[in-house]
């Protein structure tokens, strides 16, 4: 609710994709900052403290925002500094809640939990969105803020009241060594930069088709703050199916690289289709049959990088994950944004999922990328092997 209604008003406020983009640049961007840090700190202290504190911040920022738009004084530069502020607070939260899963639901079961997490990340993106625009088309933009802000209390009590098992001490050292260990064993991993290789392709050209969505709504299909709310809701929904109904089918899949490449593919060619849609039913078919793999893309790939991590390693190799797949969003979705100002929006999301097609195509056909499968291993130590 809270990422619609921040969209809507930045665009009403500025009417330029160039705002959009500056905005999911400064909400990406600590990913890249802070991503040497966010791993081992998870790794070293407690995750579930770390969860309490991050929410109560994302909390209050969620608050300001409906203040500042109920008194009728929020300009675009706040907007910046808080999408910023709440995008640091993600990129801690994310990391450690990532490896919570994966501690509460122990190795065998990592993949199982992490697309039950999905699962339930989807339904808030099928039913929030709706609901945001629904609120701001009929009362107005505050409520949607009011509301993020209160069902964060629901999230903290639940956080308050799990029990989480109590880590073993590790020896202290630097975030920037912890990082670099991070590092050097996604190094020794091939399989593992393929997949962050696929993974990055979609986070760079298709995450960035997201933050377009309010100009696309507006200016291509004429709508107005519902339209947008059905568009993201329909990626929601089909982000759900995917996870639940199509990804059974990819993790039977033994070439796990075929299996997160094609779903690139998938979402680029639905993301072309969409550039030309001019009609808000055949836009809503284009974000639901696109989410179907761009959602299996995410959730396959940090479900085996997970899978594939030693336990005391999982929270660094999840931030050396997101920092490498989320460094270069940021980039992108000031350029995207800016060349939708330049070219058009429909234009530019055409751009976007002709290269997802065309990279991830030719990446496919590399004959060693299809010898490489994952061989998981559960030996005492709790390390993972790749071949």
Known sequence: MQQTAQAWVVWELTHKATALGLVAFLSQIPFFIFGPWVGSFSDRFDRRKILLITQVLAMAFAFILAFLVQINHLRVWHIYVLAFLLGTVTAFNTTAEQAFIGDMAGAPNIKKAIALNNSLNQVT?????????????????????????????????????????????????????????????FHSQKLLRLIILFATIQAFFGGTIVQLLPAFSTVVLHGNASTLGSLVGSAGAGALVGIVIVLPFFQRIKRPCVAIGSAVIWAGIWYVVFSFARIQPLAMLCQFMASLGAANVITLSIGLAQELSPPNMRARIVSTFMMIMLGLQPVASYLVGKGADLVGVSKMMLVNGTIMVLTSSILITIPALHRLKAIIKTPLIGHRMVS
């Open 125 to 185: 993106r099928l039913f929030g969105p709706a609901i945001a625009g629904w609120l701001i088309a009929s009362i107005g933009v505050a409520p949607s803020f009011w509301y993020n802000g209160i069902s964060i209390i629901v999230s903290i009590y639940c956080i308050a009241i799990i029990q989480s098992k109590k880590e073993s001490e590790r020896p202290k050292s630097s975030g920037i060594k912890e990082f670099k260990e991070g590092l050097a064993f």
